[in-house]
């Protein structure tokens, strides 16, 4: 790859989590799919913050730890997604920032909100989200700056997107300002209904070449291909797609190419606490290892250490400098 | 005592938490005193939520994080504090209540915003406040419910409310409808710092009875009494007040009666992460083991229960039950 400005440039949903631990029966009493990304709108919205228990606010979107986990790893890293002109919006700006991912997209001045998502966090550290999208409706294609793009190795954005009505438009456009450049575009599966609800556009944007690398858990990637079997979904994967890494929670990840599969394990952690952010912080250590070089299984194994941070607490980005956790792991970050 | 609704009504500042880590050097850089409560205003507030690292947002406030530990115990609790009509305003009601605290007091409904204290947690674990007192310097007399005094064994405030101009008055009106109903009433020093500010009207409070329970910390009750020796502080206030509970970190707590004193060991914990919120579970958990027949060693040992929980997370209220993790080790409440 040629000089660039940020190793990743990362586009989602803009999201404050508001998160709590419940028990499962609370899940099953509110009509909650457990472990999935639920959209929810406003009433709901209200109704269930209502029954939810004492919550924290913390930045979230998927993509947006994405970029916060690539900061903290000392990469350099964008994000474009839409806040409103609000107070969870200036929360969401300050946390980007103030990790160091450089944030421009503007806020929208009026009508909805910014997006939230209450996480409900049960006992076995499953989260279950459910998201009101909010301002992030108005994402478009104007909000993609090609300077920005073209400044990045790598695109990376979230199957999440084809949920608002005009992020796609946006993603198009952005993959074809990277390709143009001689950049590489990777998206995350993001939640295994995600792909129910668009699995012939996801299949589209692998098999045509849009996307470089796809980042998925066992779930998305069968869920993709309608199968129970990995094994069967991971051969499918590799006859289209150039790079892969599918996640596979406790058992570590796979990483998939044209030449073969490599399996790496999962780090290990005192406690698992709230596995919210584990794909994406994942996504985070595999692409700061790309971008900076690393063999395949040692992107792996950062996006393994960045995710085993992650869930030994609540919320989704991580807590403490994962450099200085890299450098203790043995990492010449 | 006669029956009661509720075990405990705290009062205090209605605060939201911004809690984000730092080096000992960002606080010199940026003229914190550490380990104390910082008041600002709303510019300062400002300039250092711009030099902020990532942050979380959950409710908190002294008095607020001890009625939340009495629910989270089992206890009944209620609380009194103001509130502004806005986000972070709803966020502190939903989550007071949503912990099973009665809650009534009216938010102020315009001219200052809900008070905020941006909290830094150094690697010691070690948390240095900076409160804009908001909507709290509004609490007044009025916001005092009779009724709710009168319904309550013990009616708890800090030390902080001398901060505010209005509050003082709020709290001895209580003292005087507790006291008239053969309540009792308890304060916490809340900081040493307080403490200098307020120390004449400290020991007035204790001297003259209206207050009957007292809690501190090792440096707020040696700040009391100008001393740096802790039995000089302990013997002093031994000859002036019927009960106190004094913390003093990993090396647990004593218990002051006039009878004499008993030393309580520190529950233990695996890794300290974030004091805040340490003296308002211990209190939460002694003033529910008063309530509720234990003796003093027992009252002093559920506090320090309750504080082990919320000093091994960021963030200042309990993250589990807390009448769970009691029965777990050996409590029968």
């Known amino acids: 790859m040629t000089d660039h400005a940020y190793d990743v440039l990362t586009i989602g949903n803009a999201i404050v989590d508001i998160i709590a631990r419940c028990e499962d029966d609370f899940l099953v009493e509110n009509d909650i799919i457990k472990g999935a990304m639920n959209l929810i709108d406003m009433d709901r919205a209200e109704a ?26 000392g990469g350099t890293a964008a994000y474009i997604g839409k806040v409103a002109d609000d107070h969870l919006g200036k929360v969401f700006r300050h946390d980007i920032e103030a990790i160091g991912v450089t944030y ?4 929208l001045e009026k009508g909805e ?32 700056e090609p ?24 993603i198009r456009e952005a993959a074809r300002i990277a390709h143009a450049s001689d950049r590489k575009v990777a998206m995350t599966l993001s939640d295994s209904f995600c792909v129910d609800r668009y699995r012939d556009e996801f299949l589209e944007l692998i098999t045509s070449g849009t996307v470089d690398i796809v980042f998925a858990n066992d ?41 073969g599969t490599q399996e790496v394990d999962a780090h290990p952690i005192d406690k698992l606490v709230d596995t919210t952010g584990a794909g994406d912080l994942y996504a985070a250590g595999f692409l700061f290892g790309l971008t900076h070089g690393e063999n395949l299984a040692n992107c792996a194994r950062l996006g393994g250490l960045a995710a085993a941070e992650v869930i030994q607490h609540i919320g989704p980005r991580p807590q403490v400098s994962l450099k200085s956790l890299a450098q203790q792991n043995g990492f010449q970050v």
Do not use: H
């Open 48 to 73: 269930l913050y209502s029954a939810m228990g004492p919550a924290i606010e913390t930045s979230g979107g998927s993509a947006g730890n994405t970029a916060a986990g690539l900061a903290s790893l």
């Open 219 to 259: 779930a998305e990637l069968k869920s993709l291909y309608q199968t129970s079997d990995l094994a069967t979904a991971i051969n499918a994967l590799k006859e289209v797609c150039p790079l892969a890494a599918v996640t596979k929670g406790d058992e570590g990840s796979v990483v998939i190419t044209r030449e």
């Open 104 to 107: 421009n997209t503007s806020a």
């Open 113 to 144: 909100t910014t997006a939230r998502s209450m996480i409900f966090v049960t006992p076995d550290g499953e989260r279950s989200m459910n998201t009101y999208l909010g301002a992030c409706v108005k994402l478009s294609a104007d909000d993609i």
């Open 147 to 170: 300077g920005l793009v073209q400044d990045s190795a790598i695109t990376y954005f979230e199957g999440y997107l084809w949920d608002p009505d005009n992020a796609k438009d946006a």
